[in-house]
């Protein structure tokens, strides 16, 4: 059994109202920050345990705090992106749901440290049912004394609101999210100034996903030498994998960095093994954006050694023979999968979700959706398959925000591992369209 | 004052200055094509990514290059910087798939374009562009919508480089239009189809690189090349009243603002010579303008091959 930090109450019944999650050791880093600790002390704790941020990118979120500007008279912000879209992965919408306080406690230590007095959880527009939720743990937080004016008696005031998206992918982008939040549309901005020097209303903020924003908790809690004890050497800590696809056991699992690949797919504690007895054929490790793996790099790598659910060991063998933890949107395909369809999928996500902004972004995942679209019904020809190498080339590293390459890695990658199936459904249209299941209905969003 | 190199020259320039800007006092082939950023308009730029630079060496503290090609519109110079722009094969070839995307979906109507002939983007994909096209699809179309009686607007043609949206912003007591929807559905629109009529959203015309936004009053008159462009001014309480007319004999088909080598409004004192709707749409007869003399066009385009100067030049020859 591995050791859990933040889904350790997970099924102690009644954990999402305050009584209950006070019981079982509930917002005890607050005292712990507020009374025993300055706000840089806080900081540097977070830095020494070498939190790697969990909403994809992996930025260490310490550094991420240190980097903030502290002008005098000028306010701070801290903002938590709850914004959780990628295809794939669902482990925020887990914590928040389940464990709403751990979010409000999360948030306040957070806000302490960062010296933000006041701060905001920027929620998916889609999850209102989480946003009742919050606000509730929210309003018995302020009912408690745990928000608002003098917390504890240490003189320090904060106030949390929760504000709804209005269902954009996009909006997950921080520079695009701040925008959003102060009510604009939600283009990302050009950066330099980054958040940190010039984030919301123009003042210093610093945006993290709720994941990251739950484990400052523990690692108050239990201080950032027992923490870096967990997970490997350069990835510490607990991840959460919401694993989906064809699994016997799909869910949200709460795992020590550093354990196997093949133990986390077959093992009984884990999602035990695929759905009906199929073969496993490709794994995305990390939500949508993120490579695809072939089944012969999925335990092993491209050199012969086991493969770890760590960011390192899974971003063994870069792009070509690897692919990244990314969010932690554990998808597994089995035999019967068509990965053209699937990339066709992806595609047809970013081309709907892209803000328009940017030139390369804007046309270039319309082209590749019609392009995979036309592949999938039997409609292409070997050129495409180049074409569409040559495209997601142009795009990634050309754009203002990172959605140009999540849009353009999984079908590069999908061509570089599966390109025979590629060349297959221009070879075989008829078979291809076959093996569409009836769903061949759906049209080209941007027919 | 900080030393920058851009394609092997060097020059000197002040902090804070951004790359295109740099490239600019250089001037000729080092200044990097810009269809979304308008020196005038603060806040535009980043956007069309076909200023795109290659920086070869950060500055003179941290000489490591740059792992992605930059926007030289919106990056500012590190003292030592090394930056490439058309000596860099990089830098050439992904400009071309820039124009590349910006093309798959523009009509390419520029026989009834009105645009044509001073149309950034045609200058783009003559000088970056390639002979065909690769992009078998049905190209993306918008239902039009009117605007008003003085501007028209050609959404299909629109390639989104805001600055229309920063003309609205940053010279009109309100903007009505913006951007709707996203993606590759993205539009210049107004909320529920308002008409766009304020006292300088005129120039809205003059920034556009393209056709999407074109003078009603001139629509299908005339084209550009065949008119002779004249400096002139008249008393205006709104504006600085001084403006280029566009002569066709003793006919005034058109009257823009005064630009510059790089398509922008010129600035004087300081001040950008912005025109009033009143002047741009109204003032169409001779008597109501002082005419200053001809009009240098000093970008290269089709306009100055019936110019007085040219001409010139060429009897002398």
């Known amino acids: 059994m591995g050791r859990k930090l933040l889904l350790e109450h997970i099924n102690v019944p009644g954990i999402e109202t305050y009584d209950v999650y006070r019981n079982h050791g509930g917002y005890k880093s607050v005292e712990k920050a507020l009374k025993t600790m300055s706000p840089q002390e806080v900081v540097e704790e977070v830095q020494k345990s070498a939190l790697k941020g969990r909403g994809g990118a992996g930025f260490p979120t310490g550094m991420k705090w240190s980097f903030l500007a502290k002008p005098e008279g000028v306010p ?14 669902f482990k925020d919408r887990f914590l928040m749901e389940k464990l709403p306080h751990l ?15 006041t701060s905001y959880i920027y929620i998916r ?14 309003a018995e937080a302020y009912a408690k004394g745990w928000l608002g004016k003098n917390i504890l008696g240490s003189g320090y005031d904060l106030d949390l609101y929760v504000a709804p998206g209005g269902g954009a992918y996009i909006c997950g982008e921080e520079t695009a999210l701040l925008e959003s939040l102060e009510g604009k549309r939600g283009n990302p901005r050009m950066k330099p100034p980054f958040p940190a020097i010039k984030g919301l209303y123009g003042c210093p903020t610093v945006v993290n ?6 484990t400052v908790v523990p690692i108050i809690n239990i201080g950032a030498d027992e923490y870096l004890k967990i997970g490997t050497e350069k990835s510490s800590g607990t991840k959460l994998i919401s694993a989906c696809g064809n699994l016997a056991r799909p869910g949200v699992y709460e795992i020590e960095l550093g354990i196997s690949v093949e133990e986390f797919i077959y093992g009984d504690e884990w999602c035990r093994g695929i759905a009906n007895g199929k073969k496993i054929k490709a794994l995305i490790p990390g939500g949508s954006s993120v490579p695809i793996l072939p089944a012969h790099l999925i335990t092993k790598t491209a050199t012969g050694e086991d ?42 996500f970013y081309a709907h979700e892209s803000c328009g902004q940017c030139s390369p972004c804007r046309e270039g995942t319309s082209w590749m959706e019609k392009v995979l679209h036309r592949l999938e019904t039997g409609k292409g020809n070997m050129r495409d398959i180049d074409l569409l190498a040559e495209i997601n080339k142009k795009i990634e590293g050309n754009t203002i925000c990172p959605l140009g390459d999540a849009a353009a890695w999984p079908v590069a990658a999908a061509i570089r591992h599966f390109r025979e199936e590629f060349e ?24 | 004052m900080i030393k920058v190199t851009i394609d092997d020259i060097e020059i000197e320039v002040e902090e804070g200055t951004t790359i295109m800007n740099a490239a600019r006092m250089i001037g000729g082939d080092v200044v990097p094509p810009a269809m979304c950023y308008y020196s005038s308009l603060p806040g535009t730029g980043g956007k069309c990514r076909t200023c795109l630079v290659e920086i070869a060496a950060g500055s003179t503290k941290d000489p490591r290059p740059m792992p992605k090609l930059m926007v030289s519109c919106s990056t500012t110079v590190q003292d030592g910087m090394i930056v490439k722009n058309r000596t860099s094969e990089k830098v050439i070839e992904n400009r071309g798939a820039v124009v590349e995307f910006l093309l798959i979906n523009h009509p390419l109507d520029c026989p009834v374009c009105d645009q044509a002939g001073e149309c950034d983007l045609q200058d783009l994909g003559f000088s970056h562009g390639k002979e065909g096209s690769r992009y078998e699809e049905e190209k993306r179309t918008f239902e039009p919508i009117d605007i008003g009686e003085n501007i028209k607007l050609h959404m299909n043609r629109c390639i989104l480089c805001y600055r229309c949206v920063h003309v609205a912003n940053q010279l009109t007591d309100q903007r009505v239009h913006g951007a709707l929807h996203r ?14 009529d304020n006292d300088f959203s005129g120039n809205m015309i003059d920034v556009c690189p393209v056709g999407a936004l074109t003078d009603r009053s001139a629509r299908f008159k005339s084209r550009v090349w065949f008119l002779k462009p004249m400096n002139a001014s008249c008393e205006c309480t709104k504006c600085s009243g001084k403006a280029v007319v566009w002569m066709f004999g003793k006919q005034m088909y058109r009257v823009t603002t005064r630009q510059d080598q790089y398509g922008e409004v010129e600035v004087k004192d300081g001040k950008p010579e912005w025109i009033c709707n009143e002047c741009r749409f ?36």
């Open chain 2, 183 to 196: 993606g590759d559905h993205t539009e210049i629109s107004t909320y529920i189809e308002k008409a766009v």
């Open chain 1, 424 to 447: 297959w459904h221009v070879t075989h249209p008829e078979e291809a369209v076959k093996r569409n299941y009836g769903l061949l209905k759906t049209p080209s969003i941007t027919l």
């Open chain 1, 209 to 214: 996903n709720v994941e990251s924003l739950c």
């Open chain 2, 282 to 317: 109204d003032k169409k007869d001779l008597e109501q303008w002082t005419i200053e003399g001809p009009r240098h066009i000093s970008r290269n385009s089709v306009i100055s091959q019936g110019h007085y100067e040219v001409s010139k030049t060429n009897l002398l020859k």
């Open chain 1, 307 to 348: 493969r770890f659910m760590s960011y390192e060991s899974l971003s063994d063998g870069g792009f070509a023979s690897g692919s990244m933890l990314g969010s932690g949107g554990f998808i597994v395909f089995d035999e019967d999968q068509c990965i053209v369809r699937n990339t066709w999928n992806f595609a047809r």
């Open chain 1, 103 to 117: 979010m409000v406690e999360g948030m306040i230590t957070s806000s302490y440290a960062l010296g933000a007095n």
């Open chain 1, 125 to 138: 527009g889609e999850y209102m049912f989480v946003l009742e939720i919050l606000e509730k743990a929210i």
């Open chain 1, 76 to 89: 701070r912000y801290l903002v938590c992106n709850a914004d959780e879209s990628e295809p794939g992965t």
